[in-house]
């Protein structure tokens, strides 16, 4: 595919953020909703458009697509970030039954962030409190996930060590049926597309 055009459709992530922050409100539900399609189609078209010509793809914008087990004829995409300061796990990854120790931060496609226990970039090893989530979704020590976590923390790969703590960091695009579905949660609208970005520190065998 010609790379100017591979350009133009990767500038469709950033640009229908904006469309939704044009508007005060998110407006209706119906409209919300159609958003958050539009968002996922053209995230499938620069995927479909890599995997034409991969060649076109500039180190660090890869997306990759992740077929999902938990949801029937499922699919999340994600990106690797941080590669170049270090985030690349080795660990082994995680199993179902795991914990899973992990910082992260999500937001809606318009750009509202809903929930983080870090501030910044990147987390802050000194400052940030890492969180413990159970990988199957049942309860830990700060409650369940959902069906789009289970996914990708089963190919996350954690740090070497306790000691330095980049494992894998993704930013993970969540379609609704991965996330809450039609219901909300707190402040996050029905039928949303959620975007995490994701660092997995450590892994530790669960009960």
Known sequence: MDKTLLGMMALTLPLLAVSCNDDSETGTADDWQARNVAYVDSLTAVWRAQQDDPSSVAEGDTLYRLDTQYTPDGFLYYKRRGVADGFVGV????????????????????????????????????????????????????GGIIYGWTEILQVMRPAANATDKRGDMFRVFIPADQGYGASASGSVPANSTLIFDINLVEVNPGD
Request: aromatic share 18%; net charge negative; glycine share 10%.
């Open 91 to 142: 660990g082994e990854t995680a199993k179902f039954t795991d914990v899973v120790r992990v910082y992260y931060k999500g937001w809606l496609i318009d750009g509202t962030e809903f929930d983080s226990n870090y501030s910044g970039d990147y987390p802050d090893y000194e400052l940030d409190i890492p969180t413990d989530f159970t990988v199957s979704g049942l309860q830990a020590s700060s």
